[in-house]
């Protein structure tokens, strides 16, 4: 592949991950609690990851583990060690969020936080491919 594809193909992953950002922050702003929100974060995460990996011409795994997708990462840009708290966190939102009857019932500031956390990886997976290109 292509310096071209490879580019095209991470910015396929950076706009699925900012399209779920940006349903994740009409999620935020009702007065309803939304569940799919900390499930959201997760996938916003995974996507940048992923898309980060993509852009370096690595194969991103077929795993929802962000800690393992981070490990990948680290190897590329080892500053991003500091996004390790936020990619355990959200780790744990991808299944049990999504089926009843196990979906837990978060606060606002539950669901705050794993969107918080969701932003931290997008803010640093950006900063450095803004600087790489």
Same mark, same amino acid.
């Given at each position: 592949?292509n310096n071209?594809?490879?580019? /095209?193909?991470?910015?396929?992953?950076?706009?699925? %991950?900012?399209?779920?950002?940006?349903? %994740?922050l009409v =999620?935020?702003?009702?007065?309803?609690?939304?569940?799919? &929100? &900390?499930? +959201?974060?997760?996938?916003?995460?995974?996507?940048?990851?992923? =898309?980060?990996? &993509?852009?370096?011409?690595?194969?991103? !795994?077929?795993?929802?583990? +962000?800690?393992?997708?981070?490990?990948?990462?680290?190897?590329?840009?080892?500053?991003?060690?500091? +996004?390790?708290?936020?990619?355990?966190?959200?780790? =744990?939102?991808?299944? @049990?969020?999504?089926?009843? !009857?196990?979906?837990?019932?978060?606060?606002?500031?539950?669901? /705050? @936080?794993?969107?918080?956390? %969701?932003? +931290? &990886?997008?803010?640093?997976?950006?900063?450095?491919?803004? /600087?790489?290109?």
């Amino acid at each position: 592949m292509n310096n071209n594809t490879q580019e /095209q193909l991470a910015n396929e992953w950076f706009d699925a %991950a900012i399209s779920d950002y940006k349903y %994740a922050l009409v =999620g935020l702003k009702e007065n309803q609690v939304f569940p799919q &929100v &900390v499930f +959201l974060s997760q996938q916003i995460a995974e996507k940048f990851l992923k =898309g980060f990996l &993509v852009l370096y011409k690595i194969e991103p !795994p077929r795993i929802h583990d +962000l800690t393992k997708l981070l490990d990948e990462c680290l190897k590329i840009e080892p500053s991003l060690e500091k +996004l390790r708290d936020a990619c355990e966190v959200l780790t =744990g939102y991808y299944i @049990e969020v999504r089926y009843p !009857p196990d979906i837990p019932d978060y606060t606002k500031t539950e669901i /705050q @936080e794993a969107f918080n956390h %969701a932003k +931290l &990886v997008k803010e640093a997976v950006i900063s450095i491919v803004e /600087q790489k290109r």
